[in-house]
């Protein structure tokens, strides 16, 4: 291998004068798209510390008070090598950073030139000029969402990351910078943050109001999304952009909301303050709203309307139909005549055009480097922690180093099945460190759940009627009904219009065989 060299800042700008000029000019801002953005950040809010703000004179509570982006105080640093540049305007920020692409140190890297990134804590390198631009530049909209971060969690008293500080620099992969607006043939954006202003004044050409007659239509290129304020349109366009809204300043990890950022914040208490455990999984969680969220992941709502496939929540069953149900593909490669059916499918089959690797390992000394995260945990498991998976038959004491020939023995030794609606076998993780088949699985029973939105907000703790996996086809029938610990059973006396008239709960006890009765046992399915 060729031992890197260092070319110096003058050279690499000479080499590379004709895309420095182009960084340049992207920032001759335009002063009316400014105001118009300044206006459009003056509607978004951040929560506040207090509960309610204010106590009306009558001693009601009143709704909480945000704090607008336009009034928060920003400090934002530059951690370029040797910079100790310090900002609270975020226009000029991003400015600042972009005259740092000019001083790219370049290396020679697997016989090829690379620009190297020298943010502090980042060792990113590309060979790709337009790629190494959209990285630097995406530092400066990191500062921001990390600052952000810094005051939301000092006005809720939140507790601090306690994660590995050492990567909070650590940008593994930037959302795409093309605008896919209907009509905009705008060229792609070398800036995340010029990038965000330009959608913003797609959005403002619609009609203002909390109502519009007839909503918003979203025109991203195969969206058919309606929305009912420019709010929700600005919302909802997240999905598109992958913008975040904030950062924890610790380990660097950016949310989509607030509510996301308060929950990181607070699974970083100790596990021995944490008095939530899930009796399922037996997981510890150190509030009890985010107990309830987990149990929505043991509890399968939503069943399609075209197979017999279960989900668990909305989105699941909106993939679910979008793989399984579904010929369009509306994400075609730019390179070649191959078309994916989501974004993240696209970014996958885009690896294949670019002979680089976007994730490597951290460990000193070990050169090791892949595509995705996935083969990148794998390498770390075996390698250095000198860890094998097992997949082990819960039947009998075979076991395999990978799942497939696990699948394949228990259908022609055990003969067992898929579930109905399913293409394979769920395995999960037990206290042995072993993987073993899934042999529970908790179902709604309501049949009015499907690809509707109801249910969104049920209580998984007090839904009525679960069923379990003893009814499904890949679990052998026992002669006592499986483990279930700690599960609320609503027994509701509905009239014939619908209306509950005595409703009932009752709480069942951890049990492995059924209670002698001379009458035979009723199953609730």
């Not at 291998?1 to 260092?6: G, K, T």
């Not at 680089?356 to 083969?375: D, F, M, P, Q, W």
Request: glycine fraction near 4%.
């Amino acid at each position: 291998m060729v031992e890197p060299f260092v070319t110096s800042s003058k050279d690499a700008q000479e080499r590379c004068s004709h895309w420095v000029k182009n960084v340049k000019e992207a920032y001759n801002f335009n002063e009316l798209n400014i105001k118009r953005k300044t206006e459009t950040e003056s509607e978004e809010c951040i929560e506040t510390d207090s509960e309610f703000d204010s106590v009306s004179e009558c001693g009601t509570k009143r709704r909480k008070v945000g704090v607008k982006l336009k009034a928060e105080k920003l400090d934002l640093i530059c951690e370029w090598k040797a910079c100790n540049f310090t900002c609270k305007f975020v226009d000029l920020f991003i400015k600042h950073v972009a005259n740092h692409i000019t001083e790219l140190a370049v290396e020679e890297i697997s016989g090829s030139e690379s620009y190297v990134c020298l943010w502090s804590g980042c060792d990113y390198n590309s060979g790709v000029s337009i790629d190494i631009m959209r990285h630097v530049n995406y530092h400066a909209f990191h500062s921001k969402l990390k600052s952000i971060g810094v005051n939301v969690r000092n006005r809720m008293k939140l507790p601090k990351c306690q994660r590995d500080k050492d990567w909070k620099n650590i940008l593994e992969s930037l959302p795409e910078h093309d605008c896919s607006w209907e009509g905009c043939e705008t060229d792609s954006f070398s800036n995340y943050q010029m990038f965000l202003y330009h959608i913003l004044t797609h959005v403002e050409n619609n009609p203002r109001g909390n109502k519009v007659k007839g909503g918003i239509d979203c025109q991203w290129s195969g969206c058919k999304g309606n929305y009912v304020s420019l709010y929700k349109l600005r919302e909802h366009l997240r999905v598109h952009t992958k913008e975040k809204i904030i950062a924890c300043p610790d380990c660097g990890s950016m949310f989509a909301s607030n509510t996301k950022f308060h929950d990181h914040c607070k699974r970083q208490i100790s596990l021995e303050v944490q008095g939530f455990q899930c009796s399922h999984c037996h997981k510890f969680y150190p509030t009890e709203s985010l107990l309830r969220e987990h149990m929505r992941n043991h509890i399968f709502h939503y069943k399609c309307n075209m197979c017999d496939m279960s989900c668990d929540s909305p989105s699941g069953l909106a993939k679910h139909i979008l793989y399984r149900h579904t010929s369009t593909r509306n994400f075609p490669c730019k390179l070649c005549s191959h078309a994916a059916k989501s974004q993240k499918d696209l970014d996958s089959h885009m690896t294949l055009h670019f002979d680089r690797s976007n994730y490597t390992c951290n460990i000193e000394g070990c050169l090791y480097s892949c595509k995705n995260a996935y083969t990148l945990d794998r390498h770390v498991e075996k390698i250095h922690r000198l860890q094998t998976r097992w997949y082990c038959c819960h039947e009998c004491p075979i076991k395999y180093k990978k799942s497939y020939p696990l699948t394949k023995h228990l259908m022609e030794a055990h003969h067992l099945q898929w579930l109905k609606g399913h293409k394979r076998f769920q395995y999960v993780l037990e206290d042995d460190g072993c993987y073993r088949l899934q042999t529970i699985r908790y179902e709604s029973t309501d049949e009015n759940v499907s690809t509707s939105s109801q249910g969104v907000d049920q209580d998984p703790l007090s839904t009525v009627n679960y069923k379990v996996a003893g009814e499904f086809s890949y679990e052998k029938p026992a002669k006592s009904l499986p483990t279930i610990q700690n599960i609320l059973i609503s027994i509701d006396e509905i009239d014939e219009h619908g209306n509950v008239i005595e409703s009932q709960i009752i709480e069942t006890q951890e049990t492995n065989v059924l209670p002698p009765s001379v009458e035979p046992p009723i199953i609730l399915t």
